[in-house]
Each structure stands twice: as C-alpha cells, then as structure tokens.
C-alpha cells in the first residue's frame, strides 16, 4: 500500500512594534501586542479552529484510518497561551486521538540551524519540553524551520537522536530522481528523509483558488486521479504546507474545507494509499537512496534556498550582528533577556528585510507589518540595540556579583587597605623620582645662578 | 508624428526643473521617431537643435494681413482671449480688450499685439502678459506649421496651447508638472488656478507626473478622470558629470537637505528631525542647502534649537557645487509637503547618497530603494536618519541597488508612453 504523508506547519511571530531609536535605552518592551493579538485571533477564527474541528471530525468518523501531522512552533504556542487558549484545547483534543503526531523543531522557528550548533540544540530541547508539556509525547521526526535543509544539518539532526526528518523534494537537487520515494541523509544514512511532493502540496496550498489556473476548479475526482497516476513503483506522496492555507491563504469560499472534508473517503474508496504519520512512514518505507545537499535548500519560492532570510546586506548585518551577542547570552540567566533572544531570532524578522520581490509580492506580504525591507531593517536594528544595551548591562551585573561571591565583604576591605599602603608607597616613589630630577635640573643651572641652586638645597633640607 | 510642443524653457537657460524635464522627454520622443517643433518664448542660440527644432517666439512675426483675416480670429475669439486671457494682461487693457471688439485694428498697435515680441522668458512682474502674448503666437504658429498634436507644458503655455488647438483644430495634450496648490499650499492664486483648469478642461488628454498629482488634477480641479494619465518623470545624467574624484573632507558624517527653503519643501520638518538625532548621535552635522522665503525662519529655530554648531547653511547652491555636496554627504532627505514628482533625490542617488523621501511625492511611486516617510512624521524621519547613520547595511544596500534603479528610469520610455497618449488622442 502507498502512504500519504499530511504535515502542516503552524507558526506565528512575534512581530515587532514600531521601535524608534530614542527608544533605545529607554523602553524594553519591542512586541506589537495588540497586532499579535488581533492576528492571532483572526487566524484562529478562520483557520485554526474550523480545520482542527475538521481534522478532529474526521478523524473520529475513519478511527485510526486518517492521520495528519504538525510542526507548531513555540512562538505560536506561547501565543496560543496569551491569546488564544481556546487553539491549544483544540490541538491537545487532536492529540489524545492518538492520529495526530507532533514534530520537533527550533522554539522560535529561527535560523540558528545555519549559525551556532548549541543554540540549535539549545531550542530543538526547548521546543521539544514545550511539546511534551501540552500534547503529551515526545517528538522522534525534526522539521527545521521553511524545511530548510542540508547534509551537515541533517547529521546534526540523527546526533540529536532522530529517525527522520522532513525536507523539500527541490527539483535542482533531486534531477530525475522522485520525490516520492524515501531518502536518506547522505552522512548519517540511519537518518531517513521523507522529501515534500511540491506539485501535488502546492495544488491545495497555491493554486486551489487560482481561476487562471488550467485545473480549476479542484476537485477530489481530479486530485485523486492525480494520486492515481503517480509511477505504480512509487511509495508515498508527502503533502506539506502552512497550516495557514486552509481559511486563511484560501479562504472558506473557495471551497478548500469541502475538498479536505471529502478526500479521505475518495482516497479509501478510489485508491490504494493509506494516511500515516511521518514517524509511521518513516518505518514503513526503505529508503532508496542517500539524497547530497552541500548547500542548504528551503521550501520558499522558485529558488528552494535562503534567499528570502539571508543573503542581502540588510539581512546579512542584521543576522550577524545578533548571533554577536551569543557568547554573552550564554552567560546570563534573566528570563526577559532570554525570551527577548529567543523571539529576536524567529526567521520572519530577516524575511521582511527581503528584497528580491519588490516586482512579486505577494506571498510575502502575509501579514508583513512593514511598507519596505527598509524599514524592517532599521526597527529590527533598533531593537537590537537596545538588547545589546540592556545584555551588556546585565553581563556587567552578573561580573560584579561573581565578584561579591568570590571576595566576602571583611575581604574586600582588607583588599582596599592593603592597595592604598601598597599606592602610598608608589606615591612615595614618584615624589622621589621627581625631586632627584628637580634637584639634577637645578644643579645644573646652579653653575649659573646661586639664587636656584640655594632654593633647591633648602627644599631638600626641609625634607 | 509632428507635435507642437508648448515650453516655457529649455537648456541651457532654465531655472527649475520643468526645462530639463522638457529636454529629455523631446530626446526621448526623438528615439520614438516624434518629430518636435518646440516653442519657447525666448531662445537664446545655444539650446540644443539636433533632437527639435527651437522655435524663438520672440522672432516670430505676426504679420497684420494674419491677424486681419476673419477665419484666424474667429477661431481665436472662440478660444475666448478677450474675456479670460486678456485681462491678466493689466487692468487698463483689460479694459480695452472688454470693450471694444478684438477685431479692432486699433488695439494692434498695443504691447501684445505688436508685430514682434520680446518675451523675457523669465518668470517676472509681466508674466501675465507673456503668457498672453505668447498664446497669441501660438495661434499664429498653429495656423502656419503642419503637426498631428499640440502637446503643452505646464500653466504658462496651457493659454497658447488653447489657442493653437482653436486655430488649428488639432488634439491638445496638456502636461501637469505642477499644479498652483504644489507651488502655493492652500493660498492658492486664482488666476494661476483657472488659467491650469482652463488648459485641463480644454485638453483631450492631461498627462501628470505622477498617481500624487494626477489625485490633485481629479479631485481639486474636477478634470474627467478618464482622460488624466500618469507618466512619470524620468532623469538622464550627463555622463561627464560620472568621475566623482573628489574625497569626502568632513570627518563626520553629513545629513542633507537640497532645495529651496520654502513651505512646500518641508524645511522645518528636517530641523525637528536634525534636533532629534543629535540628542542621540553626535558624529553628525546637519547642512541645509538653498535659499527662500523660509530661510530666516529656519536659522532663527535652529538656534532656538541650540544646534547651530552641528547645523549649517550653505546658501544657493548650483552647478557642480550641487556635486560637490553630495560628495559630503552620507543621507540625502526630501521631506516635501507637496512634491509632484522630485527629481533632486534621484541625482543624490545618482552620486551614491541614500535618500529618504517623503511619501508625498511623485517620485516615491517608482522608487524602491529609498525610505519613504510621511513628511509630517519627525519621529520616522528621525528612525530614519539615524538608521542610515548606525547601521551599516543600509547605505551599503542603497549603494548597490540604488544606482541601478535610477539608471533604468529612462525618458525614452516615458516618451514611449506619450506617444501612445498621442495615438489615442488622434
């Protein structure tokens, strides 16, 4: 039998509020609450509650028959808590069905995986409590953050301990190859992969509502006839994209919750495929092959790379500047500074400093706060800075305190008093050092006067 | 394709941008295989012949068998010269002009009906009567030369573009630089005002620099917005002007304002800004470049301010001056109230300054690698500023992108667009 593999991605950011540079220093608090909120509630009246109450129906009506995925980052989670508790109770409902597996990733859906190799694994341990806090089990399959992905990454991934982990079936890395097949990581081959089929994940995620689109209207005949149709040795068809697509990028009027309704009956009636879990999947399939990514590769736009997070000056800087900050991070242990850091990093706050779709935008205009890369940079650095400020401030604390711990009070002043008679009698030293060079100075214009000669010889006999 | 084209000035004698302007976009037709015959009021020689013709409206003579023939002036009393162009002229002969029949061959013996003319060119005390005298040619150019379309310049040559499409019957195109509340704010002068809704109303097609100003000829002059089109403004650099060999000879780093020092260039707003920084960042100074009617206004506020040492004035700058201050400079700012296009940041852009503009500007619509504020907004253009100054990235950014973006605004396309306005007028 042939796997279909749903995988949804849930995240939300915490978007920065307006932060002028005479903030700096003077105002700590950077989040837009009253965006976050608003957003998030939006979403979860159109998208998260509707289609997990979907998810939730049919899993139910087909038992442990229909089975779906999801990566929720903590970010989205800690904003399920603030504002949108209702979203939680509604995800841990679809996790006590047992169908529904949840997947590791980095806390804050940042891009750290590319940079330091501890706070990677530093935010895959965070994310991974957070998840056993709400939804009761512990992850076994990783998703980085957009999928992003390359060898190094992936036998990072196995080190930490997982069977497998999801990635972008990229046509340029692929070739002739298929993605619906499973693969390996080409250093660590007991990490398995399971690579996004972007055709048929894009037909629901994209282009479902297009009316230019030569398919339209979708339909579940059409699309399972299209599973149908895949090459007879082919094993399974992994179908990831945001969670966001249904109600949100398609909104209800397209249709989009009557094709998801009806699919799984279409696909037990009409095909021979059967729904698992990535964990399920992995297991299941052998893999074919080891799949090569030097460079790492994403899901995001035509591409498949990182340009739309890294990559231009404004990025660049801004991206660097913050992983400065990491050996002073390390350091410290107050709790807004580290949620600051983990919040700092999520990788939206580099995607709204793109340039290249100044002529396409709109993908990335989904919820983007700001007019022009320009002036995501500008906020995301003020605020920076003033972190900077307040971490530099905090390591300078923590040194001062280590130094209490170290020197007992009845220390220090003993220290004091034996530094001062130690300068005093440096002090001393140098009043000698100068009238030895007075004295020679006046010797030597005594051949000249006596006046100066007898003035300095009457100094030295008041001493 | 042959236009009569309608201007005010041209290179090398011009004292705004309108001449330039002009320049460009008869070159670009050029390329587009438009035959220009372009009239100024006065030429002096040295205007550039090899993509137009310069018709001197100063040399052009109105004969008296021309203006005694019935079929020219009944078409130029159709275009109502004696009840609205006229009387701008002067009061007395406003009252002349009323009275008595244009016909009369007793007022040809007066200033504008003179055989010759001579225009100043200038924008001075008789302005009116220029404008009038030069509708006057107009219609006598109209009804000598062979064109397909009438294509005028700004409200100084709305009134002889009026008269040429009267005479001659010929579409008019009419082109919106400026209007009279960019120059004036709300005080609107409301000759200048019906003399532009005369030329929008007797237009066939209104072509605007920008979506910022076509709004303004919609909305604040009530013109059918189906015959207003939006083509902007390009900018062509004289490639001499490309080695800037000279090196930066201040230390700090250098803010600037370019431009005349008046309400509708937003001087004041830069000073609450410059004000702003400097509370924060001190390896800065502040240069504000030009001189008008708001120039005591402003040194008296930023000494108030208690920032005159980082904040300087250089006076009229012009020529390579012009180069040499962006030269110094490391951020240009056009904060404009009201710019109906702007072309001063793309020349800054040009010399590798970043620029940030205001968001009530033409040219903010096709420009990506700039900041772009609300001119009221001090705070963001203080971000702004102080961004550019601290971090890096940006000015780098600019640099790369910015120098690619103005090259590619080029008068051939924008004169490729015009022609196609032509068609349609046809």
Redesign the interface.
């Known amino acids: 039998m042939k796997t279909i593999c749903f995988y949804f991605q849930v995240h939300q950011p915490y978007r920065l509020r307006r932060y002028r540079f005479f903030d700096i220093g003077e105002n700590h608090n950077y989040f837009d609450d009253f965006a976050n909120r608003s957003i998030m509630r939006k979403v979860a009246e159109k998208c998260y509650l509707p289609t997990n109450q979907l998810f939730l129906d049919l899993i139910n009506e087909y038992g442990s028959e229909f089975k779906i995925s999801y990566s929720i980052s903590g970010t989205a989670i800690d904003q399920f808590e603030q504002y949108a508790p209702d979203v939680l109770e509604s995800f841990k409902r679809l996790a006590e069905t047992g169908c529904v597996e949840f997947i590791s990733e980095t806390y804050s859906h940042s891009l750290s995986a590319l940079k330091n190799e501890t706070e990677f694994k530093k935010q895959v341990e965070q994310h991974k409590n957070k998840i056993e806090e709400h939804f009761n089990q512990t992850p076994k399959v990783f998703r980085n953050t957009e999928l992003i992905y390359s060898d190094a990454i992936g036998a990072l991934v196995s080190d930490m301990g997982y069977k497998a982990m999801l990635s972008e079936g990229a046509k340029h890395i692929l070739g002739w190859k298929s993605p619906n097949y499973v693969y390996t990581n080409a250093v660590n081959p007991r990490l398995k992969l399971l690579l996004k089929n972007f055709t048929l994940s894009d037909d629901i995620a994209f282009r479902f509502s297009n009316r230019a689109w030569e398919e339209w209207p979708l339909t579940t005949e059409k699309y399972v006839s299209w599973l149908n149709a895949i090459d007879e040795k082919e094993e399974i068809i992994n179908l990831f994209m945001d969670y966001e697509t249904f109600g949100e990028h398609q909104w209800a009027e397209t249709g989009i919750f009557d094709f998801l309704k009806h699919l799984p009956h279409k696909v037990f009636s009409e095909t021979n495929f059967e729904f698992l879990t990535p964990s399920e999947a992995a297991e299941k399939h052998q893999p074919i092959a080891p799949m090569h990514v030097p460079h790492p590769i994403s899901w995001a736009d035509e591409e498949r790379d990182l340009t739309a997070w890294l990559g231009n000056d404004l990025q660049d800087e801004a991206f660097d500047k913050l992983y400065d900050l990491i050996d002073k991070v390390k350091i410290i242990s107050n709790e807004e500074l580290n949620r600051d850091w983990k919040y700092l990093q999520t990788s939206d706050h580099f995607y709204y400093m793109c340039t290249k779709w100044f002529s396409d935008g709109d993908v990335h205009k989904y919820f983007n706060p700001y007019d022009s890369p320009y002036e995501a940079f500008i906020n995301f650095m003020n605020v920076l800075s003033d972190f900077t400020v307040r971490l530099e401030k905090e390591v300078m604390d923590n040194k001062n305190k280590d130094l209490l711990s170290t020197y007992p009070p009845e220390e220090i002043k003993k220290l004091i008093s034996e530094y001062e008679q130690k300068l005093s009698e440096l002090k001393g030293l140098v009043d000698k050092a100068d009238e030895n060079a007075v004295k020679a100075k006046s010797f030597k214009k005594g051949t000249k006067g006596k006046v100066v000669a007898k003035s300095a010889a009457k100094g030295k006999n008041k001493k | 394709m042959r236009v009569l084209m309608f201007g005010w000035e041209f290179p090398p004698h011009i004292t705004g941008g309108l001449g330039t302007a002009c320049y460009g976009l008869v070159k670009g037709l050029a390329k587009n295989n438009v035959e220009v015959l372009f009239v100024v009021p006065k030429a002096y020689g040295d205007e550039d012949n090899r993509v137009v013709k310069i018709v001197d409206a100063s040399e052009v003579e109105i004969n008296q068998e021309l203006l005694s023939r019935d079929d020219f002036w009944k078409k130029v009393t159709f275009m109502e010269v004696g009840s609205n162009l006229i009387p701008y002229v002067s009061p007395e002969e406003f009252k002349k002009f009323s009275s008595s029949d244009i016909l009369d061959q007793t007022v040809l013996n007066k200033t504008i009906f003179r055989a010759k003319y001579k225009f100043s060119g200038k924008y001075g005390k008789d302005l009116m009567e220029e404008v009038s005298r030069y509708a006057v040619i107009a219609a006598a150019l109209a009804s000598k030369n062979n064109f397909d379309v009438i294509h005028a310049h700004d409200w100084l040559t709305y009134a002889a573009g009026i008269a040429a499409k009267s005479v001659s019957n010929k579409p008019l195109v009419i082109h919106v630089h400026a209007t009279e509340f960019d120059r004036s704010g709300e005080n609107v002068n409301q000759n200048v005002y019906d003399i532009e809704r005369k030329g929008m109303e007797a237009a066939d097609r209104v072509i605007t620099v920008s979506n910022y100003t076509k709004n303004i000829v919609i909305n604040r002059y009530g013109i059918d917005a189906s015959k207003v089109v939006t083509v902007h403004n390009a900018v062509e650099f004289d490639s001499r002007k490309n080695g800037y060999d000279e090196q930066k000879t201040v230390s700090e780093k250098v803010v600037t304002f370019l431009g005349r020092i008046t309400f509708q260039k937003g001087p004041d707003y830069f000073v609450e800004a410059a004000n702003?920084?400097l509370?924060?960042?001190h390896n800065v100074r502040f240069v504000m470049a030009g001189s008008g009617d708001m120039l005591n206004r402003i040194i008296k506020r930023v000494a108030e301010l208690k920032i005159s040492d980082k904040f300087h004035f250089t006076g009229f700058l012009k020529g390579n001056d012009v180069n040499k201050m962006f030269l110094q400079s490391d951020v240009y700012v056009m904060p404009s109230v009201s710019e109906p296009f702007g072309i001063s940041p793309l020349e800054a852009m040009r010399a590798n300054v970043p620029v940030i503009i205001s968001k009530q500007s033409g040219v903010s619509e096709v420009l990506?690698?700039?900041?772009?504020i609300d001119f009221w907004d001090i705070?963001?253009m203080?971000?702004?500023m102080?961004?550019l100054l601290?971090?890096?990235?940006?000015p780098?950014?600019f640099r790369?992108?910015g120098q690619e973006e103005v090259l590619n605004l080029k008068w051939e396309n924008a004169a490729r667009k015009i022609n196609e306005i032509y068609q349609t007028a046809l």
Not at chain 2, 390 to 394: C, I
């Open positions: 702003m920084v509370k924060k960042y990506n690698h700039a900041i772009k705070d963001a203080a971000d702004a102080y961004g601290n971090y890096d990235g940006l780098t950014m790369r992108m």
